[in-house]
């Protein structure tokens, strides 16, 4: 019986959200994160674990300021009060920007 599959290619596949990495590219970031790797049995957990933080932080932090983001999230349609705030938030956010063009311009 033949290993091999018909199916497809197996890089095709996904990975689970495991990486490989240099043994250079995780020094770099435990050096910087002070995370002890000798603690792990792969040292590539370390960084998918990371990843895996960061992605984590990136979503909360849409979902604390994008009002209309946890509903597209979830397949549904952003409610009218999500997508006034959202207007709100652009026009303040344009707003400030033109204060402080024209503060720099002063200087």
């Known amino acids: 019986m033949s290993q091999s599959s018909s199916v497809g290619d197996r890089r095709s596949f996904g990975s689970d959200g495991k990486e490989k990495y240099s043994t250079e590219e995780v020094a770099s970031v435990t050096a910087h994160t002070g995370i002890n790797v000798k603690g792990y049995q792969n040292p590539m957990d370390v ?3 990371l990843h895996e933080e960061q992605d984590q932080k990136r979503m909360e932090d849409r ?10 999230m979830h397949g549904n ?3 009218k009060g999500a997508k006034i705030d959202a207007e709100i938030a652009r026009e ?10 024209s503060l720099a311009g002063k200087k």
């Open 63 to 72: 979902f604390m300021r994008e009002p209309a983001y946890a509903a597209t």
């Open 92 to 101: 303040e956010a344009e707003m400030m920007e033109k204060k402080s063009a």
């Open 77 to 79: 349609k952003p409610s």
């Open 47 to 49: 960084m998918n674990d």
